[in-house]
């Protein structure tokens, strides 16, 4: 018999599964599987490219307008997520040609904060 009460995923599972969708670029996957409906998205406070967004449509707007932004992909790379607590961060490492900006290689480093199972913020060191 199956128990009614779903457990949550210990942040070691979500970052597990984080990085098999990172890794075939599904970014929008990750949001809809795991960000919490308060979730927050921050970006350094002067970044050129993006800033601030809370809650999980305002969120994925924030990337669907950088997104949209994007002339060409040039490659990218995300590495192996590590685990502390709580959290987990992956390095990233983007070549794209950005609509205002130009051709900009971006190597990041992208931090999860992990709650009951979901993502509750995401923050981008650039």
Do not use: C
Request: net charge negative; hydrophobic share 40%; glycine share 8%.
């Amino acid at each position: 018999m199956m128990s009614e009460t779903k457990k949550a995923l210990t942040t070691q599972q979500v970052a597990a599964r984080f990085n098999e969708l990172a890794q075939q670029e599904k970014w929008f996957d990750i949001q809809e599987e795991f960000f919490a409906d308060n979730v927050k998205s921050i970006d350094p406070v002067n970044s050129p490219y993006m800033g601030y967004a809370e809650g999980k449509a305002a969120v994925r707007k924030k990337g669907e307008d950088f997104v949209k932004k994007i002339e060409a992909f040039h490659g990218a790379h995300t590495t192996q997520p590590v685990v502390g607590g709580n959290y987990f961060s992956v390095g990233r490492n983007v070549d794209i040609t950005v609509q205002g900006f130009g051709r900009i290689k971006m190597d990041q480093i992208m931090l999860y904060e992990v709650k009951d199972g979901q993502i509750i913020s995401e923050q981008f060191f650039y």
